[in-house]
């Protein structure tokens, strides 16, 4: 039996959400770093894009990977494609947990 992390053929950067709340009255929200080359595995859920309800283009897939501090939100970059988290399933296999997120592509 192959062990699963042989399957992960790509690294992402995992962005959160941050608000600064500091005591200045433009208090804003940006993405900041979490972690740095995460192993994984996409797979895209169809040859096409469809048109989101902002009216942006976008790309739906499913990536693989067994980091377990992401959230939905977060932003995830792999070079330079950018997604969203819109969701997490995770499977105990074992030896390993195989986390299952669901990306759509962002501009």
Known sequence: MIPIPN???????VYRLY???????????????IEEN???????LSDSYYQDS????????TMFTQE???VEGDK????DLKFIVKGIKSYDLRKYTLREISISSIQ
């Open 7 to 13: 399957f992960f053929d790509s690294e992402v950067d």
């Open 19 to 33: 608000a600064d709340t500091d005591e200045s009255p433009s208090d804003t929200e940006d993405f900041i770093l």
């Open 38 to 44: 995460v192993v994984c595995s996409f797979q895209a």
């Open 54 to 61: 902002t009216g942006a283009s976008t790309k739906d897939y």
């Open 68 to 70: 377990p501090n992401i």
């Open 76 to 79: 995830i970059v792999a070079e």
